[in-house]
């Protein structure tokens, strides 16, 4: 009887100790995509802008389940009569959001050299173009040209999740499934997903290039 108490309290000891492991487990790794639903893409759903005056393979390539988006400094803006710095980028269209929690996730490569440069950025805002523009500068990642948000990223693959609750007019990012960033929104408006390289206002490199795979969109 004895005995049998004691094992039946080792057994129920182990089992606490157990349940706190994975319960420590699953707080460990929670990760920024529980809770949402993911919508599927396809090709239809990427819109590409490029130098007008350019071919799209001049400065964009598809191989292999990755997007390269490359662009110059004196390249040309996306249309001739716009007075915007150059890009090449591929907008999430379809999905064009005014309320609700959304979120973007996608891998990205910038190799050394590129700087001065939006690789990711949520367009439309109540005023004013877009509401997140997160950057590189020198390998490191802004907000816009302020806030630091992710450092040493150049030549490796990293994870960028963005969650952005208009409701809340909140923005989280994350950078391998590490919360990185919190900031206000700009307020509803048009809002949609974009990344590839869009040249900063200032201090851009030469030549700049981001590499994506694995975009998606999701929602709660
Ligand atoms: C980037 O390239 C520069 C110049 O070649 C070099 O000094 C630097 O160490 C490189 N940075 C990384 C992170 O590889
Ligand atoms: C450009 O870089 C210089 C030197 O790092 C800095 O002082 C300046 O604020 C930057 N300008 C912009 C618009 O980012």
């Not at 490569?109 to 523009?133: D, E, K, R, Y």
């Not at 919190?182 to 040249?199: R, T």
Request: proline letters at 5%; one cysteine or more.
């Amino acid at each position: 009887m004895n005995i049998m108490n004691s094992t039946c309290y080792k057994g129920f000891m182990l089992l606490v100790f157990v349940g706190f492991f994975f319960i420590d487990f699953h707080l460990c790794n929670a990760d920024p995509t529980d809770g949402f639903t993911q919508i599927p893409l396809s090709q239809k759903n990427f819109k590409l802008q490029k130098p007008y005056d350019k071919p799209l393979q001049q400065r964009y390539s598809y191989e292999d389940a990755i997007r390269s988006f490359w662009v110059y400094d004196k390249d040309k803006p996306f249309k001739p009569d716009s007075t915007t710095r150059p890009r090449t980028e591929v907008r999430v269209s379809g999905y064009d959001y005014s309320s609700g929690i959304w979120q973007f996730e996608g891998y990205a490569f910038v190799p050394n050299g590129t700087s001065g440069v939006t690789i990711v950025q949520i367009h439309g805002a109540a005023v004013g173009a877009t509401s997140l523009q997160l950057r590189i500068y020198n390998g490191d990642m802004r907000y816009y040209k302020y806030n630091l948000v992710a450092t040493n990223l150049y030549d490796k693959w990293f994870r960028v999740n963005i969650i952005h609750d208009v409701d809340k007019g909140k923005i989280t990012v994350f950078i391998e499934g590490v919360k990185k960033f919190v900031v206000k929104d700009q307020g509803p408006g048009d809002l949609y997903f974009k990344c590839g390289v869009y040249a900063a206002p200032a201090n851009s490199s030469n030549y700049m290039e981001s590499r994506w795979k694995g975009i998606k969109l999701y929602r709660k």
